[in-house]
């Protein structure tokens, strides 16, 4: 599926205001990962901030709970189920027999609507059982239908109806369902040990994708004259059903809650996820906003990129075409095609100390991460740690001014990272990970006349547990 693509003038917004929408977020230091908007069905502008591509595959977090929703929606329209149902009727085989009476009457609505009877995530209370028994397993804290609270078993018990009922992956079901939209070949979805799809938290696809979704709720589920999901489903959906209040985070996700999809501020709607996935429509504005981006670790970050876009685009927008304006559109463009994740730091390292410790082998003292050893070599622009971890030898490469992007050790996940010396003898690595698991690992390096302290912090979700926590480290020969 191709968008006609135009200028923002073209659709009443100025170039100017997205300049600023840009500056503000680099300004702020907010991790943007892509950004595409899209106004009257006309793409207006997209940019990908590099490493990351046009295709490049994103991890897309709970905005996979909006396209479970949607899901649900077509197998009620197929007559395959009805959201009144009592979800336990249709897992018999995961049912304890003295089941709780409030998980015997939560029903797939409840579900849809994050009112069901568990105040959190259920299978965060033992990862390696079976996730999606846990929903019917684990005490329920109160009676379903009552109270938001979010709880992503709920959706990704969904995902399982929705894979039972359809007797495919969810995934390939929507792609078969809805393969007008031309969903990415590439894009899956993440499973749980048990081999059920992540539909709460593991979609991982092409911000295209994104816009794509929200082109298809925007429309209320009609394409080009056919309804490919029902009209009537969709508007409930996006509506608000659910006070979020008293539990949400951020003013923007404080407006209530629909069917696994937000309100927001500005009478929109937001398919969310973690971390700054957005697919977020404006329909005063008919304006379709769609981000990647990693802003786990930055207190409010998702406000920032809510708050940039409603101070810097909303109050500009005209209902008409505005003049064609060549040079700021030009400007706008070339901005767009050079944005790239901001390294730390701005020149080469200048600390006297890389010479001294350049090559030195360490020898940790035991710890429970199982690090044995430790080296950092420099050259003029890049550095590397090499270390043993679990008895295999590991490295992780990362400039100064620059991102080095290699595979990041043990979990093989792709990294871009970068360096900076923030005193004479402390060296501070991030290394954001931009593969099926998004996020960044932080690693803080004293070097002493004899010895070496890390402390290291990860802020991704599931992986990375070893690199967090702190190691002592004595050049060899000095224990």
């Given at each position: ?25 680099q ?20 940019g990908?901030y590099?490493p ?16 479970t929703?949607i ?13 009144d ?5 249709y ?5 304890p ?14 579900m ?6 568990h ?5 965060k ?13 684990v ?7 009552k109270?938001?609270?979010y ?10 109806l ?8 969810m ?5 078969e ?9 590439e894009?899956?979805?993440?499973t ?10 593991g ?11 929200g ?5 209320d589920g ?12 969709i ?29 927001s ?25 769609v ?7 930055l ?10 876009l409603?101070d ?6 005209q ?6 304006d060549?040079?700021t ?14 390294p ?8 006297a ?10 020898m940790?003292?035991?710890?429970s991460?199982?690090f ?25 490469h ?5 991102l ?13 990272a ?6 004479e ?16 690992v ?21 992986l ?16």
């Open positions: 599926m191709n968008f006609k693509k135009g200028s923002p003038e073209s659709a009443g917004i100025p170039s100017g205001c997205l300049l600023h929408f840009l500056d503000r977020l300004k702020k230091q907010v991790p943007m990962h892509s950004f595409l908007l899209m106004r009257h069905d006309t793409l207006i502008a997209e990908y590099a990351y591509q046009k295709d490049t595959l994103h991890r897309m977090f709970s905005i996979s709970k909006s396209f929703s899901a649900i929606g077509l197998l009620e329209a197929e007559g395959k189920l009805s959201l149902d009592p979800i336990v009727s897992f018999p085989d995961k049912i027999a003295n089941v709780h009476p409030w998980i015997a009457a939560m029903t797939i609505r409840d849809l609507m994050m009112r069901t009877c105040a959190a995530t259920t299978y209370v033992d990862m390696k059982s079976d996730w999606v028994e846990s929903f019917f397993t005490p329920p804290t109160h009676p379903a239908g109270l938001f609270h709880d992503t078993s709920s959706a990704h018990t969904l995902c399982a929705v894979e039972r009922l359809s007797g495919m992956p995934l390939d079901y929507l792609k369902k809805l393969s007008v939209l031309e969903f990415s070949g894009s899956y979805m993440l749980d040990p048990f081999g059920v799809s992540m539909g709460g938290s979609l991982v696809a092409l911000p295209s994708d994104l816009l794509k979704f082109y298809l709720l925007s429309h009609n394409i080009d004259g056919t309804q490919l999901v029902s009209a009537s489903y508007k409930t959906a996006t509506s608000h059903l659910s006070d979020t209040r008293i539990t949400a985070p951020l003013p923007s996700e404080a407006c209530g809650y629909g069917y696994q999809i937000w309100r501020e500005k009478n929109g709607f937001v398919c969310y996820g973690m971390g700054g996935q957005f697919i977020h429509y404006l329909p005063d504005y008919d304006l379709l906003f981000t990647t981006a990693d802003t786990q670790g207190a409010g970050g998702n406000q920032l990129i809510y708050d940039a409603y810097e685009i909303l109050p500009f927008i209902a008409d075409p505005l003049p064609e060549q040079k559109h030009t400007e706008l463009l070339s901005v767009l095609s050079s944005l790239a994740i901001a730390l730091g701005d020149s080469a390292m200048t600390a100390v890389t010479s001294q410790v350049s090559g030195k082998r360490y940790f003292k035991p710890n991460s199982e044995t050893d430790f080296t950092a070599d420099f050259t003029n622009d890049e550095g590397c740690f090499t270390f043993t971890l679990h008895g295999r030898p590991c490295s992780i990362f400039g100064f001014g620059k080095v992007c290699g595979q990041f050790p043990v979990y093989d996940q792709r990294y871009a970068s360096g900076v010396w923030v005193s003898n402390t060296l501070y690595v991030r290394a954001h990970v931009i593969d099926a698991f998004v996020g960044s932080h690693f803080e390096v004293v070097f002493g006349d004899a010895d070496v302290t890390v402390f290291m912090r990860k802020q991704e979700e599931s990375f547990g070893e690199f967090q926590g702190h190691l002592v480290g004595m050049v060899c020969g000095c224990l």
